[in-house]
């Protein structure tokens, strides 16, 4: 037998620790609300084999995106339903997954998972497995969204919306590219063999990132086409711009690659050094900045500013589909009041003429359309200067109050694209 070892030194089945750091994920989002990405390191701490890592996240992931789905199975097994926290229904989700959705073997599924519950409810785990197995149970082909989510993004966009996330949760979502020169679009829809959807855009089916041609000589980086359009609203220019919570880059390459004198800021040490790395290998500059936007300021008004302001990341559920769990009402809540605290601020860093992007990556109007309403509200010296179609790709198209709001199922037929919302804001000369 293989043995690898835990990292509490036990001999163990080769196998089981990543299950382990999977269930480790899932409490971790689950129970403490952290970002999977964000426990990764402590989950799979003493994990030497990095695809045993990627395995564990791999098995988090899909648990997460298909949980009500797994649960429902799960309690159609039982005699009475287990508690959301019980540990035979967290070794049920993760074993149940894997046979059904990741294409491991049943044997192995359950052989993996019924070690981490030695000594508790192994035999009902067993049990409930056996029956769902015998029975050919599957998965639906669309997956279900929590309820929580469903019923509050039902209320704000309908029923399109949910149809569009539920689909968008059952497919990979595609590998989006901005290419540094837009003018050498074509050349690399050719070499990579993709299709793009406005210039400077290539979008691939997937792809070993650090492996596609362009990588490593800095000719593109990879930012959903959504993600990319708040930087598109500033255009070209060579004067003074501020990407405000601007780590790890994207937008910060984008506005470099445009011309602009870029001063990039973020609070995050970790992230930034991310920035410093994409800028490095892009061959970009920006001065980047350490800094709570709350408490720093320019020494002068800038031409263009833009706020990527820190959200409850609900747009982005098809990569990071914790947030379909951890997101409660009150952070949205308290995010939309740093937001508008942010937006206040940085509204003063704005010379008269010059140009205001904020953006959100967010599927919650509270961090969109609200912000935006409760901003006009209050700041009779800016108008919204409003998204042109030419500025957006076939598709897509601004509201008709002049900004852009993308959801679940737009993009769908070319593969979809991240929830966003932007604004295009100009300060009074
Ligand atoms: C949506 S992400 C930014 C993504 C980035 N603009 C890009 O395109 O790559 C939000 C960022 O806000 C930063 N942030 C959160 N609170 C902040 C604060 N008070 N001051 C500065 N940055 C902050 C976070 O560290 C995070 O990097």
């Given amino acids: 037998m293989i043995l690898a070892y835990s990292n509490t030194a036990q ?23 952290l970002p999977l990405e964000a426990a990764l390191d402590r989950a799979t701490s003493g994990i030497d084999r990095a695809d045993d890592r990627a395995l564990a996240h791999a098995i988090a992931a899909e648990t997460l995106r298909r949980l009500p789905d797994l649960d429902a199975l799960i309690d159609s097994a039982t005699a009475r339903p287990l508690p959301d926290d019980a540990k035979a229904r967290a070794a049920l989700r993760i074993a149940l997954v894997q046979t059904l959705a990741l294409g491991t073997p049943a044997h192995a599924a359950i052989s993996t998972v019924l070690p981490l519950v030695d000594g508790g409810p192994r035999k009902l785990v067993h049990g409930v497995f056996g029956t769902l197995s015998r029975q050919n149970a599957s998965l639906p082909e669309i997956p279900t969204l929590p309820d929580p989510v469903a019923i509050r993004w039902h209320a704000a966009w309908g029923d399109d919306a949910i149809e569009g996330a539920e689909h968008a949760i059952a497919a990979p979502p595609p590998l989006d590219l901005v290419i540094a020169d837009p003018a050498t679009t074509d050349r690399w829809v050719e070499e990579l063999g993709g299709v793009s959807l406005m210039p400077g855009h290539v979008r691939l089916p997937g792809g070993h990132v650090p492996e596609l041609p362009g990588f490593e ?87 263009a500013v833009l706020l990527d302001a820190p959200c409850s990341a609900t747009g982005i559920f098809r990569r990071h589909p914790d947030v379909l769990h951890r997101v409660r009402p009150s952070q949205i809540s308290e995010m939309a009041a740093l937001q508008e605290k942010m937006l206040a601020r940085t509204a003063d860093w704005v010379r008269p003429g010059g140009v205001l992007v904020y953006a959100t990556c967010s599927l919650e109007p509270a961090e969109g359309e609200q912000q935006l309403k409760r901003f006009l509200g209050t700041r009779s010296d800016y108008a919204i200067d409003p998204i042109r179609q030419e500025e957006l790709p076939d598709g897509l198209a601004a509201h008709a109050g002049g900004y852009l709001r993308t959801l679940p199922g737009t993009l769908a037929d070319q593969g979809g694209c991240d929830g966003f919302f932007m604004a295009r804001l100009r300060r009074a000369v």
Wanted: aromatic letters at 4%; hydrophobic letters at 50%.
């Fill in 11 to 33: 001999p163990e089945p080769a196998g089981v620790p990543a299950r382990r750091a999977a269930l480790r994920l899932l409490d971790a989002v689950l129970r403490q609300g």
């Fill in 217 to 303: 000589e800095g000719a593109w980086w990879v930012q959903d086409i959504a993600a990319s359009l708040p930087a598109r609203l500033i255009g070209r220019g060579a004067g003074v711009a501020l990407d405000l919570c601007a780590a790890p880059g994207g937008k910060t390459m984008q506005l470099a690659s445009a011309g602009w004198q870029v001063t990039s800021v973020d609070s995050a040490q970790s992230r930034l050094a991310r920035l410093h790395d994409n800028l490095a290998r892009t061959k970009l500059s920006a001065d980047v900045v350490t800094a709570d936007v709350l408490k720093w300021a320019p020494a002068a008004p800038a031409d």
